[in-house]
């Protein structure tokens, strides 16, 4: 055999077996790509689409300091509702009760009744699990667990909430999530690190993402940015702006700003000196600060008081 010949064999024979290698590694990524294009398939059966809450006559009470009287608000599916009011007008009581938060107080009390689609999430029936799923919540302060993983952070919320999913839809979920809460692209090289160490405006859009885990239908926002800087405020409201597409959005805000560049409906709330909080005008959000009918919104949208 010649000295060719031997090398043209030799190749022949390294080809095959490369060949043989690359067949596998790329069935390998093949059925990896297929398990997690059925993982996202399932994940997106299993998404529900916004829903429309509904606050009838809520009335809310401390004991006997009655801090809201007689609310009524409609906050549409796939719409973000501003509140906004100043200080102490009951608006922070009216979120909380909006997702059952106001009952774990000991003292206080609720009349009236909130719906999500039509069935009233105070019903005893219905569980406190399951009324959370569907309605969640981002507070004014980021509240990551700090010592955990942002991986484990974002997942935190399934077994509370009873959501079950497999590990390849668990990667999909804690990719999806931290993409929809805009903050994916830059955490995923370090899924594995604290969430802890992460910015004040990282760790509020992964609070987000966490709630947008368990697949909420509607997302409620304690002044989100109110301890955030410029740049970190202005990419949490480009956040809100694309989650509106998947989700119902209600923000309590200070910013009359903030109101006018995120939401689509503003409701103006009050209190009185010694009364409980009330809405006094709630509509189009353009139109409340443009051109309002009650002239207590108009000199608290333009800085008059408040």
Known sequence: ??????????????????????????GFFTRERAEEGAAASRLQELKPQPGTLTANNISAWFGSHQVLDRVSLEMPAGVITSLIGPSGCGKSTFLRILNRMHELVPSAQLAGEVLIDGQDIYDPELRLTQARRQIGMVFQKPNPFPAMSIYDNVVAGLALTGVKVSNDERDVLVETSLMRAGLWKEVRDRLR???????????????????????????????PCSALDPTSTRVIEE????????????????????????????????????????????????????????????????????
């Open 193 to 223: 690190s604290p969430g802890g160490g992460l910015s004040g405006g990282q760790q509020q859009r992964l609070c987000i993402a966490r709630s947008l885990a368990v697949m909420p239908r509607v997302l409620l926002m304690d002044e």
């Open 1 to 26: 055999m010649t000295t060719e010949t031997s090398k043209s064999t030799l190749v022949d024979s390294w080809t095959e077996s490369m060949k043989g290698s690359f067949e596998h590694v790329k």
């Open 239 to 306: 956040t809100m702006l694309e989650l509106a597409k998947d989700v119902t959005i209600v923000i309590v805000t200070h910013n009359m700003q903030q109101a006018q560049r995120v939401s689509q409906q503003c409701a103006f709330f009050l209190a009185a000196q010694g009364t409980p909080g009330a809405i006094v005008e709630h509509g189009d959000t353009a139109a409340m600060f443009d051109s309002p009918i009650d002239p207590r919104t108009f000199d608290y949208v333009n800085g008059r008081f408040g």
